[in-house]
């Protein structure tokens, strides 16, 4: 599967932002879905995920209640609405897909991943 992120860009604290994340091929509902990222000088860090299903939803617990994922099986697109940005919120962030089993929340542990977008939040 092949993934390609959007929807970053330059944002006030306190505003929104909402990533997508197009996935080529027809088996796009089989993959838990995966949203990471990276600042300067950091590693990548795990932000938010969802089942294949959408059942359930797992969060880092500093975007827990700002930040919701989702995902549109239908339209091969999972998405994130960042609410509330913050300063620190500033990364590249990436997408990722793992194909069943549990739902991991570190990036060895997923399949496939794409180019990433960078959010910058100012303050």
């Known amino acids: 599967v092949q993934l390609q992120a959007s929807g970053g860009g330059l944002v006030q604290a306190g505003g929104s932002l909402r990533l997508s994340c197009a996935a080529s091929g027809r088996t796009f509902s089989r993959y838990h879905m995966g949203w990471f990222r990276q600042a300067p000088g950091k590693e990548r860090e795990f932000v938010a995920a969802i089942t294949w299903s959408a059942d359930d939803t797992y969060y880092t617990n500093s975007v827990k209640g700002r930040f919701i994922i989702s995902r549109d099986n239908a339209k091969n697109t999972v998405y994130l609405q960042m609410n509330s940005l913050k300063p620190e919120d500033t990364a590249v962030y990436y997408c990722?897909?793992?194909?069943?089993?549990?739902?991991?929340?570190?990036?060895?542990?997923?399949?496939?991943w794409g180019p990433g977008t960078q959010v910058t939040v100012s303050s």
């Open positions: 990722a897909a793992r194909l069943g089993g549990l739902v991991p929340n570190t990036p060895v542990d997923y399949d496939y």
